[in-house]
């Protein structure tokens, strides 16, 4: 189901195709969500361990950036992912006002484990696409 406002073709054109990603989105979103629950985790804390496993520490303030989330939120996540042993912060020796965010080696065993496991549900989902949409 598409908009019901009754703009120009160009203006509900583009409102459709909004509403169509967005509820995409959502859906994919939800399946994928569903194995991060069962182990514990939220999209964005799976976010958090993922991006320090593939790019190393780094600055509570870019993994902010790198996932898309406000910077109370991330202290958010990384306060709970720390509390599970997952990951650990420390003060930067050159900017003490800085925050290093790295994993444990707790957390590189479990999100080395999980990762696998998430990327297999990504490409199954969107395996209904052709490699050409995909990319497009």
Do not use: W
């Amino acid at each position: 189901m598409g908009t019901h406002y009754r703009g120009t073709p160009t203006e509900v054109r583009a409102l459709n195709a909004y509403i169509t990603l967005m509820r995409c989105a959502l859906s994919v979103g939800a399946r994928l969500e569903r194995p991060l629950a069962r182990k514990g985790l939220t999209e964005n804390q799976f976010g958090v361990l993922e991006t320090l496993l593939h790019l190393g520490p780094l600055p509570q303030y870019e993994l902010g950036a790198k996932l898309f989330t406000s910077r109370p939120n991330v202290t958010l996540v990384v306060k709970q992912l720390e509390a599970r042993g997952l990951v650990e912060r420390r003060r930067s020796g050159e900017d003490a006002r800085c925050v290093i965010v790295s994993l444990t080696p707790a957390g590189r065993r479990f999100i080395e484990r999980l990762f696998p496991e998430q990327l297999a549900a990504i490409v199954e989902e969107f395996g209904v696409l052709t490699p050409e949409e995909q990319e497009e």
